[in-house]
């Protein structure tokens, strides 16, 4: 007997759901219906991330903001190779330092050996001096690097903003189909519960 009951209760749940389908089905149209963007906000959500596609869109036919993202591009590309170049000098010269005062430690001459640390010492006072001023640079480079990036983000947002609020206003996401749909599975909920 208890089986029978699961079994019909098994039934009348896969077609309540079939049914619900073609009406989820047809809700979700209704909700979407007579609703159009100019925008592709879709297409453009798997590609990139939201801001920078609408971005894209809206500066496509805009030659002084496509030249402006150029630039902005190309200097932050530009940062990264003149960095490069830096830091492979400063970390090759430390490494030369760092070794060469390995080495020197193991001369066993006392006197060649405190020489040696002492010309090292020297030379080594010497360039801290000339990279002290570069290192003061390279900090502001990458202040100036966050900076354009911030300014750009706020510049990409206020260009943005209204062409999202165009987007949320070409879909209103009226509740109607979600409040339908509540009380489908509440019929459903009730039925289920009212079964032994």
């Not at 219906?33 to 453009?44: C, Q, T, W, Y």
């Not at 798997?46 to 150029?70: A, P, R, V």
């Not at 040696?116 to 502001?140: G, W």
Request: a positive charge.
């Amino acid at each position: 007997m208890i089986k029978k009951l699961i079994n019909a209760a098994f039934i009348f749940l896969i077609v309540s759901c079939s049914d619900g389908k073609t009406d989820g089905t047809q809700m979700v149209e209704k909700a979407a219906e007579n609703i159009e963007s100019d925008f592709p906000i879709k297409r453009l959500r798997n590609t990139q991330d939201i801001l920078d596609g609408i971005y894209t869109e809206y500066i496509k036919n805009n030659k002084d903001m496509q030249s402006l993202d150029s630039k902005i591009a190309d200097i932050q590309n530009d940062k990264h190779q003149i960095m490069k170049i830096y830091n492979d000098v400063i970390v090759n010269s430390e490494n030369y330092y760092e070794i060469a005062e390995y080495r020197a430690k193991s001369i066993r001459d006392s006197g060649t050996k405190k020489e040696i640390l002492s010309l090292l010492k020297n030379s080594e006072e010497s360039y801290f001096l000339k990279t002290k001023r570069l290192n003061e640079l390279k900090r502001k480079i990458n202040q100036n690097y966050f900076e354009i990036y911030t300014w750009y983000d706020v510049f990409k947002i206020r260009k943005t903003l209204g062409e999202i609020e165009k987007y949320q206003n070409a879909h209103p996401l009226e509740t109607d189909s979600l409040e339908n749909f509540i009380r489908k599975q509440n019929d459903i909920i009730n039925k289920l519960k009212t079964l032994k």
